[in-house]
């Protein structure tokens, strides 16, 4: 099986956002073509400004 591995790098503050719109848009998009997901990683010791999310690609 092969998995998909991304870091999305926000500005400061910009974290929530980021999240809030892969919940809103980003997994509707993933799951019409096929895309399922592994899950969501971000940092929890300290400020974070990056979301690593893991995905496995659909049939292509």
């Not at 910009?14 to 892969?22: E, G, H, S, V």
């Amino acid at each position: 099986m092969i998995y998909e591995l991304r870091i999305y790098e926000c500005l400061p503050g910009r974290l929530p956002a980021l999240l809030n719109r892969f919940a809103e848009h980003t997994l509707a998009i993933w799951d019409k073509h096929g895309i399922k997901q592994a899950g969501f990683f971000t940092t929890i010791v300290g400020e974070s400004s990056s979301v690593s999310p893991i995905s496995l690609p659909g049939n292509r």
